[in-house]
């Protein structure tokens, strides 16, 4: 059974960086795909970024691009989400999620979706303030 553990949230001026980890432990077989979801307070869940197996694919959600980026060690290390000149509405509640047996994206809409991923961390908050 694969387990992912976020960490590196914190709190943070706006213009701000904030760099979040997030590591697999578990039965990888050779890798996953990994993606980055937040939830702010009152909102729905929302798709931040992905990367593929060996992060030949990286999808970042319009409200981040430009400012996020997506990283990884090799096909079974950890997952990064970089993320540069933090907004006040950045701030949320970031999960990772992960999919061990669909480890390649089709495509940006296939990747965004939440119900692709079988395994999610238990979220590391991130707070800007203004």
């Known amino acids: 059974q694969v387990r992912m553990v976020e960490s590196g949230g914190g709190l943070v001026q706006a213009g701000g960086s904030l760099t979040l980890s997030c590591a697999a432990h578990?039965?990888?077989?050779?890798?996953?795909?990994a993606a980055w979801f937040r939830q702010a307070p009152g909102k729905e869940r929302e798709f931040v970024g992905a990367?593929?197996?060996?992060?030949?694919?990286?999808y970042v959600a319009d409200s981040v691009l430009g400012r996020f980026n997506l990283s990884r060690d090799g096909t079974e290390g950890a997952v990064y989400l970089q993320m540069n000149s933090l907004k006040p509405e950045d701030t949320a509640v970031y999960y990772c999620?992960?999919?061990?047996?669909?480890?390649?994206?089709?495509?940006?809409?296939?990747?965004?979706?939440?119900?692709?991923?079988?395994?999610w961390g238990q979220g590391t908050q991130v707070t800007v303030s203004s």
């Open positions: 990367i593929s197996l060996a992060g030949a694919d990286i």
């Open positions: 578990g039965r990888l077989f050779g890798g996953y795909a």
């Open positions: 999620a992960a999919n061990v047996r669909r480890p390649l994206f089709v495509s940006y809409n296939e990747a965004s979706r939440p119900g692709r991923y079988d395994t």
